[in-house]
C-alpha cells in the first residue's frame, strides 16, 4: 500500500517520508479499515516533531483520524463489520500505524459506524475533537441546565463542544479570536459569543450569571486563561482544559480556587479509561446518527501533499479540519 511515515522526529518536510508498505492483518479484535480521508490534528504535528513514540517504534505511520471501510476483520470481531463505513479515532495512539496510509489496522471499537447520511469527510472531522470535547464537557456529570464557558469556540474542539453543550441542555457562553469566527459560534447555537480579543469576557460570564460564574469551564489554553479563570468559575465548579501551549508552566491562584472547591481537570483522551472513550464514542455517535453535529472544513489536501498538509497544521492558520483524500471511495 502507499503511506507515508516518519523514522525521526523533525518538521514534515524534512521528516515524511513517501512509499510503499505492507498494509498488514487485523490480529483479534481489530479491524483493517481501507481509508477513504485522513484527518491531520495539531497531536499529530506534535507527536511527529517531538518523536514521542519512537523510543517505542522505529517507523511510525502519521495521523490518528480518518474515515472509510472495513475491508478485514480479525478474531472475535463480528464478520458482518466488512463493508462498514466507519470513522476512526485514535489509530496512532500508542501504535505505529496511523491513517495516512491506503490501509490502516486498528481496535474494532475505535472504527465507529459511519450514517448513510454522514460523508467520509464528515467522519474525518470527528476523531480527536469530538471525544476531547465530550470528554471535557461530561466528565464530571451532566450539563443540563448549568451555565458552561468554552473558550477558543471556533476551534476544532470548541465547534463540537458548542454543538453538544447545546444539545445536553446547557447555557453556552464562548469565546473565540475574531468576528468571523465569533459569528460562526453564534450559528453552532452558543447562546452568548464573545471575542476574547475585544470584548469583556468576564463581564458578561458575571452579567449572564448574576454574578454566580459557570459551572464548567473548558478551556484550549490553561496558562493564558487560569488566572481569569479563578473570578469566572462558581463555587464547587469544574475547570477542564485539553491545552496550554503558549504557557506550558504555568502559574496558579492556588488559593482562589481553593477556598472555592473549584476543579481542575486537566486531561488526554488517550489515556483516560477505556469506559469514558465508550461513553464518548456513543454520544458522538448517536448525535452523528440525529443529524445533531455540523462539521467544518478549513483544507482539503490530495494525498500526495500530505506534507503540507501538515505543515498547514504547524502554521496554525486553519479554520477547520485539515483533511488529506487518501482514495476515491463511493
Known amino acids: 500500500m502507499k503511506a507515508y511515515w516518519y523514522e525521526n522526529a523533525g518538521a514534515a518536510a524534512d521528516v515524511l517520508v513517501a512509499g510503499e508498505m505492507?498494509?498488514?492483518?487485523?490480529?483479534?479484535?481489530?479491524?483493517?479499515?481501507?481509508?477513504?480521508?485522513?484527518?491531520?490534528?495539531?497531536?499529530?504535528?506534535?507527536?511527529?516533531?517531538?518523536?514521542r513514540e519512537l523510543g517505542r517504534f522505529p517507523r511510525i505511520v502519521p495521523n490518528n483520524d480518518g474515515a472509510g471501510v472495513i475491508d478485514a476483520v480479525g478474531a472475535g470481531v463480528d464478520a458482518g463489520r466488512v463493508g462498514e463505513r466507519v470513522w476512526i479515532f485514535g489509530a496512532q495512539a500508542g501504535r505505529p500505524m496511523g491513517t495516512a496510509a491506503e490501509y490502516c489496522v486498528l481496535?474494532?471499537?475505535?472504527?465507529?459506524?459511519?450514517?448513510?447520511?454522514?460523508?467520509?469527510?464528515?467522519?474525518?472531522?470527528?476523531?480527536?475533537?469530538?471525544?476531547?470535547?465530550?470528554?471535557?464537557?461530561?466528565?464530571?456529570?451532566?450539563?443540563?441546565?448549568?451555565?458552561?464557558?468554552?473558550?477558543?469556540?471556533?476551534?476544532?474542539?470548541?465547534?463540537?463542544?458548542?454543538?453538544?453543550?447545546?444539545?445536553?441542555?446547557?447555557?453556552?457562553?464562548?469565546?473565540a479570536g475574531s468576528e468571523e469566527k465569533v459569528a460562526h459560534v453564534a450559528e453552532l447555537g452558543a447562546d452568548h459569543a464573545l471575542d476574547y480579543k475585544s470584548d469583556d469576557v468576564a463581564g458578561a460570564v458575571a452579567e449572564v450569571t448574576g454574578g454566580r460564574g459557570v459551572d464548567?469551564?473548558?478551556?484550549?489554553?490553561?496558562?493564558?486563561?487560569?488566572?481569569?479563570?479563578?473570578?469566572?468559575?462558581?463555587?464547587?465548579?469544574?475547570?477542564?482544559?485539553?491545552?496550554?501551549?503558549?504557557?506550558?508552566?504555568?502559574?496558579?491562584?492556588?488559593?482562589?480556587?481553593?477556598?472555592k472547591n473549584v476543579l481542575i481537570r486537566p486531561f488526554a483522551i488517550f489515556g483516560m479509561p477505556d469506559a469514558a472513550k465508550d461513553a464518548a464514542f456513543a454520544h458522538v455517535d448517536a448525535l452523528l446518527a440525529a443529524g445533531a453535529l455540523a462539521h467544518r472544513v478549513g483544507a482539503r489536501f490530495a494525498f500526495e501533499e500530505m506534507v503540507q498538509a501538515h505543515e498547514a497544521i504547524e502554521a496554525d492558520t486553519l479554520f477547520g479540519a485539515c483533511l488529506v483524500e487518501v482514495s476515491k471511495m463511493p
Open 216 to 259: 464548567r469551564m473548558l478551556d484550549v489554553a490553561f496558562g493564558a486563561n487560569v488566572a481569569g479563570a479563578a473570578g469566572m468559575i462558581r463555587e464547587n465548579g469544574v475547570l477542564a482544559s485539553y491545552g496550554s501551549d503558549a504557557v506550558p508552566a504555568p502559574s496558579v491562584p492556588f488559593y482562589e480556587f481553593m477556598y
Open 107 to 175: 481496535p474494532s471499537r475505535q472504527a465507529r459506524p459511519l450514517p448513510d447520511d454522514a460523508g467520509f469527510e464528515d467522519g474525518a472531522c470527528l476523531g480527536v475533537p469530538a471525544v476531547t470535547a465530550h470528554r471535557g464537557l461530561f466528565a464530571d456529570g451532566p450539563i443540563d441546565g448549568k451555565t458552561v464557558l468554552i473558550t477558543g469556540g471556533g476551534g476544532r474542539v470548541g465547534r463540537y463542544a458548542v454543538q453538544m453543550a447545546k444539545h445536553a441542555g446547557a447555557t453556552v457562553i464562548a469565546t
Open 22 to 51: 505492507n498494509a498488514g492483518e487485523p490480529g483479534p479484535g481489530e479491524v483493517r479499515v481501507r481509508i477513504a480521508v485522513s484527518g491531520v490534528n495539531p497531536t499529530d504535528a506534535k507527536r511527529r516533531e517531538r518523536g
